[in-house]
């Protein structure tokens, strides 16, 4: 048996996101985002394929995406407020970090676990990020599975998608807790 780790349990037992909306800055620096990259670089991965890489998104670049979010949402026949709603992650971002899932042909590795692979290691970058003491917010939203959008805005090629935007920067107000699954409901033990 491994020895017990009662900090990360008790961490992993009260994480809260926070609301892209309400961080601040400043923001991580290269330096402080790196051993958070790390981390999340240490994501299960069957088959070390590594079905994800990294595109960190920096606040002056946060424009060009928000005007693009506003393109495409007029493309694909958005309402007037669902576009406000998709550009305001970039209008109000500070740093993120794209999570790109990339699809590699493998007779043994099935493209579904590598599709989790990918959103364990959004998973994993947001919590590095809380446990790093950061504000950290996981969005995706309809631009970012809009397939152009991800080519203009990020360079992706055809075996590649979005698999979530991970903002990060200080921590605003703190939003009130939610409610979380009554565990009773969603488990089931078998014995036999």
Same mark, same amino acid.
């Given at each position: 048996?491994?020895?017990?780790?009662?900090?990360?349990?008790?961490?992993?037992?009260?994480?809260?996101?926070?609301?892209?909306?309400?961080?601040?800055?400043?923001?991580?620096?290269?330096?402080?985002?790196?051993?958070?990259?790390?981390?999340?670089? +240490?994501?299960? &991965?069957?088959?070390?394929?590594?079905?994800?890489?990294?595109? #960190?998104?920096? /606040?002056?670049?946060?424009?060009?995406?928000? &005007?693009?979010?506003?393109?495409?949402?007029?493309?694909?026949?958005?309402?007037?407020?669902?576009?406000?709603?998709? +550009?305001? /992650?970039?209008?109000?971002?500070?740093?993120? #970090?794209? #999570?790109?899932?990339? /699809?590699?042909?493998?007779?043994?590795?099935?493209?579904?676990?590598?599709?989790?692979?990918?959103?364990?290691?959004?998973?994993?970058?947001?919590?590095?990020?809380?446990?790093?003491?950061?504000?950290?917010?996981?969005?995706?939203?309809?631009?970012?599975?809009?397939?152009?959008?991800?080519?203009?805005?990020?360079?992706?090629?055809?075996?590649?998608?979005?698999?979530?935007?991970?903002?990060?920067?200080?921590?605003?107000?703190?939003?009130?807790?939610?409610?979380?699954?009554?565990?009773?409901?969603?488990?089931?033990? #078998?014995?036999?």
């Amino acid at each position: 048996m491994s020895l017990r780790n009662d900090a990360a349990l008790e961490f992993l037992l009260s994480r809260r996101s926070r609301p892209a909306k309400t961080l601040v800055a400043p923001a991580p620096t290269r330096a402080e985002l790196e051993p958070i990259l790390t981390a999340a670089a +240490r994501t299960p &991965d069957h088959g070390m394929l590594v079905p994800w890489r990294f595109i #960190v998104v920096e /606040q002056p670049a946060m424009a060009r995406l928000a &005007d693009l979010t506003v393109e495409t949402g007029q493309r694909l026949g958005k309402s007037e407020e669902d576009i406000a709603k998709g +550009r305001s /992650q970039f209008d109000l971002g500070h740093l993120a #970090v794209v #999570v790109v899932e990339v /699809q590699t042909p493998s007779p043994k590795i099935p493209a579904i676990e590598q599709t989790y692979a990918a959103g364990a290691a959004c998973l994993s970058l947001l919590n590095a990020a809380l446990a790093s003491g950061w504000g950290a917010n996981w969005l995706s939203g309809w631009a970012s599975h809009d397939r152009t959008f991800g080519e203009m805005a990020f360079d992706l090629k055809d075996n590649e998608r979005i698999a979530g935007i991970v903002h990060i920067a200080t921590e605003g107000p703190r939003p009130p807790e939610r409610p979380r699954p009554d565990l009773a409901e969603i488990t089931t033990w #078998v014995s036999e």
